[in-house]
Nanobody
Framework: QVQLEESGGGLMQPGESLRLSCTAS????????MAWYRQVPGKQRELVAS???????NYADSVKGRFTISRGNAENTIYLQMSSLKPEDTAVYYC???????????????WGQGTQVTVSS
């Protein structure tokens, strides 16, 4: 079984910075892509940023230049550095990992439980 655990959410003021962390644990053979998504009530979950095993990154237009996704020294940890936060960044942020648990297993998605980020003055 695979678990993803996020941390770092909180209540922030506009313009402030915040870093989210996500660590994957359990039986993991290989990672493909890890990502951060966010969701607000009544809307679909949207991709914020992703990073491949090779380090290639992709960002939503709304966060380009403000957010940075990175991997830790261990490949099972990713971060989302968020700067110049705006009220519209308020959402539950979810960590996602596309990975294989064994050589024979097909890659599939796993999700964390989510962490709330609220940006308000």
């Amino acid at each position: 079984q695979v678990q993803l655990e996020e941390s770092g959410g909180g209540l922030m003021q506009p313009g402030e910075s915040l870093r989210l962390s996500c660590t994957a644990s359990g039986t993991i053979f290989s990672f493909y892509v890890m990502a951060w998504y966010r969701q607000v009530p009544g809307k679909q979950r949207e991709l914020v940023a992703s990073i491949t095993g090779g380090g290639s990154t992709n960002y939503a237009d709304s966060v380009k230049g403000r957010f940075t996704i990175s991997r830790g020294n261990a490949e099972n940890t990713i971060y989302l550095q968020m700067s110049s936060l705006k009220p519209e960044d308020t959402a539950v942020y979810y960590c996602n990992a596309n990975l294989r648990t064994t050589l024979a297993a097909k890659p599939r998605d796993y999700w964390g439980q989510g962490t709330q980020v609220t940006v308000s003055s």
